[in-house]
């Protein structure tokens, strides 16, 4: 005859029963969470990505769709239905979303209505840009529009300086690399969203397909000075540790992307191809730096590469480097200085 159980085994029998129940508890919960998480991100994606046009149109179309959605997914009688339910309304918004085209051709703001490409000549060191960007600005901030095609060698190539526009205080910053090549002059490269004439920066517009991705090539008086001087902006110049084969290399991988948006337009987004991972992504994954969280929300990014040792630093702490790298008093002063670039130089480490 069975003995009967102890109060002991009593609980330990009805926590055993209890057990699967709560993990399934805890996994509906987890796929709700996520599925509200998508939810959200695909009526994002039809508010700013929508067919109507950005604004009341697609505002009224996500809010049917997902009045639809819930209508569905809540007649649905099983879980199991439900899911299935979601998962067509989302795989709908997912599915069309992939297919919108970047474009080059499109009704562009002035500062961003040319696309650079560059030549490379038969000799390998011979490079040759159009829509070298060279504007001119009055204090008042109009523009005097330049676009102009500009030759350099790579053998030439004798420095590399980072410019970093802290425009989002500790948070959010854009970098701009400025490679010298001498005689040929100084050349800046800036990753940028192309911003049509209707369009401001978003940061949730960036995790969409407003903007495409643009790479602006161009003068330092012209993409410094409207920065500093129009906008007002906080920017630092720190002397990067030049090493030339490297330095190359990256000068030719940056024309490589440059010629690719050319032919193959692609879009920006503010994680996976911004102006800051978009370099390391030009990089093959086994030369990229350990990541760092400073990468993608970059406002400490000189901080990050100072700990790497990418700067000239004459032994400075980097608050004493940061300090003196601020170019803004300098750069208001030189403003019609055609001796701009080494104007702002002037007294910083590494110049």
Excluded at 99 to 116: C, K, V
Excluded at 251 to 261: C, D, H, I, Q
Aim: negative net charge; hydrophobic residues 40%.
């Amino acid at each position: 005859m069975l003995e009967p159980m102890t109060e002991e085994e009593k609980n330990e029998h009805n926590q055993a029963r209890l057990r699967p129940a709560c993990l399934g508890g805890i996994a509906i919960l987890l796929v709700a969470v996520v599925a509200a998480v998508l939810s959200l991100w695909a009526f994002g994606a039809i508010y700013y990505d929508g067919p109507i046009g950005r604004g009341t149109g697609n505002l009224v179309l996500g809010l049917a769709w997902a009045v639809v959605m819930l209508v569905l997914v809540f007649r649905a009688k099983t879980l199991a239905k439900r899911f299935l339910v979601w998962l067509a309304c989302f795989a709908l918004v997912w599915a069309s979303w992939l297919y919108i085209p970047a474009s080059n051709d499109r009704d562009w703001q002035q500062e961003w209505s040319r696309t650079a490409w560059a030549e490379v000549g038969d000799d390998g060191d011979t490079i040759t840009i159009h829509n070298f960007r060279n504007f001119d600005y009055a204090r008042d901030g109009s523009v005097t529009e330049r676009w102009e095609t500009r030759t350099v060698r790579l053998s030439n190539l004798q420095g590399i300086d980072l410019f970093l526009d802290a425009f989002g205080g500790e948070n959010w910053a854009h970098p701009m690399l400025s490679y010298d090549f001498g005689p040929d002059g100084r050349v800046l490269i800036s990753i940028e969203t192309r911003r049509e004439k209707s369009e401001k920066f978003s940061q949730i517009g960036g995790l969409y397909k407003m903007f495409e991705l643009q790479y602006l090539i161009g003068e330092e008086r012209d993409f410094v000075r409207v920065r500093t001087n129009i906008r007002n902006e906080p920017m630092y110049l720190y002397s990067g540790r030049f090493q030339p084969e490297r330095g190359r290399e990256t000068f030719l991988a940056t024309v490589r992307e440059l010629n690719s948006l050319k032919e193959t337009p692609k879009y920006y987004n503010v994680i996976t191809h911004n102006c800051t991972t978009s370099y390391r992504a030009q990089r093959p994954p086994e030369e990229r730096h350990k990541w760092d969280i400073r990468i993608l929300i970059n406002g400490k990014l000189d901080e990050l590469l100072y700990e790497r040792g990418a700067f000239i630093t004459e032994g400075l702490s980097f608050p004493e480097l940061r300090k003196q790298a601020m170019i803004n008093e300098t750069a208001m002063d030189a403003h019609h200085d055609p001796e701009f670039s080494e104007r702002i130089r002037e007294g910083l480490v590494g110049f």
